[in-house]
């Protein structure tokens, strides 16, 4: 089943979702970049390729706190104070970052599941939305991702003058009844007339991709050439000027390592978790030194975690899904596609 | 330019006059460029670039370069020798090791700032007579440089190179009116509760990259605070918006009298905060309390509060008791 | 709500023993008084105490043990400083049990036996050692090869001297790195002692001591004959999580708080060494 409503009223469309329940969609900040904020009335729905940060945010926040603890002498007493979150809709998300929750849960939901994680996932409604005008640095295709088809719970297009919404997902069917239930009138149900312009949206779409300077790069499985990829000398040249800053991680919707550490207020110890990044020099230090002693290792650690190790733990998935921000935000501009480039070199 | 700047470059290696070359390596796109180091000649003829992306200021990787066996010739624009004299007061550039090419320099194009106009799907940009001709998948699109400049470059205080071995181009001068304090003037007029919603505002969007301390040419120390689990401000542990903030202006009272201003704090955040504001504030206060001072504009120079002196200082008396003791 | 695998239980510290000048033997149990979980020899659990820190120690005592565990710990950073100046009666927070743990039912069984271990490395191999004996009719000869710095350094020597030593089919060979007075035994570094004692390669060898001890045990075990897959040892990496989740203990695709800390060499030689 899908559904339209005409772009103009896409205004009324955000504020029956947020008054359902609570909505999340990309708007400009004001150093001009998309982020997720939530929905007030009056809130424009971005119109930047994407949001500067990922999407991971929702399930996987910067800063997560996981329990308070008391200590009284020889006592602790631990202070379980999670709590059940509200249902929550994120709009307008990305093809690249739809599938980057694949990647999260495969980590997050394993056993023994991340309740945080799980209980933030359960409660969201993922409402995507087809990219109209990818840029240069997208690269989703290379993972079998389509743009034009952007996956979720709904999946939306917008055109000129008509958006359009299909539900994917029980949850997402649950999401365009209740939408229905409380106003008749908003959302038309599409005949076949409407659907064969949603695919001719999607074709326009695929078009574009096809022009895109990095449309043919291939992603190979390397699962049997982890040791020779472990060892290539190609590393060091790769890695000579990274900064070692985290710019790519956190920016990144796949990157998902993180810390834990205590914050003591002199009353409670707020236990804590936060991103982490591999890139720093700090990430696998113990008491007796570090495995990974230079640049070159943890970087090495990075790519080869996305490109090989992550698709040898997960049936050949690979830890990219192409959506780019690394290649706008590396100060240094060297990404994981200078990176599958040159380890292809080495294979030639 | 680009050629120039290659041909003196295989010029140098062919001759052995330097063992290595750091500049500029071409990537995917125009703009995402890379800071290399090149040794094989031919490598330097097919990879090296040099355009109006090529904003990285390489001193820093000198620190690293220099300390290597043989010659190292550097490509650095006038804001870059500022920073490469700083390093060279500090003892972190061996200096006899470095053979310093200055090229001329008429500002850096932000591709940010493009994108912010809405241009996106880049395939090649090229200069023509002072404006921008971008081709993008969507169609051509024109913009005069010097709206889509970096900040820095569109505030630019030098164009005057402080050093060189050799000089690429011509030589210019500082700009006195390069306006770049206006900012800070409107933030000194602000109310302190405006001026404080202004800071947690723009540091609320910190992600503690680091990119920031990383890229700083005066960030130049083996181990930061930051990074040592048993400071208790690891940097990573943003429990807290105001340590957030706190890590910023820390950075920024650090770095006081040995930042250049070269603006590579704000160039690569990742959410464009604009972090060269603190630098330029205590720019503005030591210009006033102590007189005109540029850091980097020689080699040795102290910064004022680095040399105390009874006639400059804003406080005599505490140099005088210090004295009397 | 769930239980949540990061949010640690609280233990009670029962009793604290010093093994040696720096490694103290903590007993602990839960706030009921039972033990906290059982586990397989080999596997670690997450202790810590709330603002000083948190990190993997292994399990120490054997699994037949029923009513406690007990952690040998070493000091060398800030958190053991400070478990090492705790008393009887301290809480702890404990999570766990993380990791696999030695192939006791599996690779171990019917087989002689050879431990090999160096200073605070007979930790993760007391709890096995202790579980073999436990369970005496699956396993052939064991053989305890053990050195330390000194003769204060050998951990838990009491006990070895007390239920290892003369224990029927089994044969323990202590040393000690230099000369001492008080001590009669061998003299010698762990992998020169191991290539005079010279064992047959129908063992299943497991080391586990600092990096240098192993890396020369495992040339001289090779010398001697034995096969990669007949020799393990347990990893140290950093570790946050324990659940394979945080990302910071991987070697390759493997991640050393699930998917190890034992390993045999055959599998370490299809990883990246980087460890």
Known sequence: MMYQIPMESLDRLLAAIAAQQKLYLPTDNTAGEAVYTEWTQGAALSKKLNTLRSAKDFFFPQIQNMAKFRREGKKIEVIDDRAEADDFCIFGVRACDVRSFDVLDNVFLADPVDTWYETRRKHATVISLACTRPGETCFCHTFGIDAAKAGGDIQCWETKDTFYLEPLTEKGQALADALIAADGELLTQCGADQEALVEKETERIHKILEKLPLYDLKAEDNRERELELFRSKKWKELSSHCLGCGACTFVCPTCQCFDIEDFNNGETVQRYRCWDSCMYHDFTLMAAGTPRLTQTERFRQRFMHKLVYYPKAHDGLFSCVGCGRCLRKCPIHMNIVKVMETLKEEKE | ?325 | MEKEALIPRIGVVTDIRRDTPDVKTFRVVGTDGNKLFTHIPGQCAMLSIPGVGEAMFSITSSPTLEEYMEFSIKKCGCLTAWLHQMEVGQEVLVRGPYGNGFPVEGAFRGKDLLFIAGGIGLAPLHSVINYCLAHRENYGHIDVVYGSRSMDDLVDLEEIKRDWIGAPDMDVYLTIDREQEGWDGHVGFVPTYVQELGFSTDKTAVLCGPPIMIHFTLEGLKKLGFADNQVFTTLEMRMKCGIGKCGRCNVGDKFVCKDGPVFSFDQLGELPDEY
């Not at chain 2, 140098?12 to 125009?30: E, H, N, S, T, Y």
């Not at chain 2, 500002?107 to 971008?134: C, F, H, N, P, Y």
């Not at chain 2, 405006?194 to 947690?200: I, N």
């Not at chain 2, 770095?255 to 603190?278: F, K, N, W, Y």
């Open chain 2, 1 to 325: 330019m680009q050629n120039e700047l290659k041909w003196r470059g295989l010029e140098l290696l062919k001759d052995g006059a330097v063992d290595r070359i750091l500049g500029w390596r071409a990537g995917q796109f125009v703009y995402d460029i890379t800071p290399d180091v090149f040794t094989d000649p031919e490598d330097l003829e097919k990879n090296f670039i040099y355009n109006e992306f090529c904003g990285a200021n390489l001193s820093k990787y000198l620190i690293a370069e220099s300390a290597k066996e043989g010659k190292v010739a550097v490509f650095l624009k006038p804001c870059d020798t500022y920073s490469f004299n700083q390093l060279c007061t500090e003892h972190r550039i061996h200096r006899e090791n470095v053979y310093v090419i200055g090229i001329e320099c008429y500002g850096k194009v932000s591709v940010d700032a493009l994108r912010q106009r809405g241009i996106d799907g880049i395939t090649g940009i090229r200069s023509e007579m002072g404006s921008l001709k971008i081709d993008t998948i969507y169609g051509e699109e024109s913009v005069p440089a010097m709206e889509v400049y970096a900040e820095r470059c569109r505030n630019c205080k030098s164009k005057k190179h402080v050093v060189f071995d050799e000089l690429i181009g011509a030589d210019g001068e500082v700009v006195d009116d390069c306006d770049r304090f206006d900012m800070v003037e409107k933030l000194e007029q602000m109310s302190a509760q405006e001026r404080f919603e202004f800071w947690r505002g723009e540091l609320s969007r910190c992600i503690r990259c680091n990119a920031c301390r990383n890229v700083c040419p005066a960030c130049s120390c083996e181990k930061c605070v930051f990074d040592n689990p048993k400071s208790g401000v690891l940097n990573k542990a943003a429990a807290d918006n105001f340590e957030e903030n706190m890590f910023h202006i820390i950075r920024a009272y650090h770095v006081a009298g040995r930042c250049t201003d070269c603006g590579e704090c704000s160039r690569v955040c990742p959410e464009h905060i604009p972090l060269h504001l603190l630098n330029r504030k205590f720019i503005k206060d030591y210009n006033e309390l102590y007189g005109d001072f540029v850091a980097g504009e020689s080699v040795g120079q102290m910064s004022p509060v680095a040399d105390f002196t009874t006639d400059r200082d804003a406080e005599p008396s505490v140099v005088q008791k210090g004295g009397d003791q």
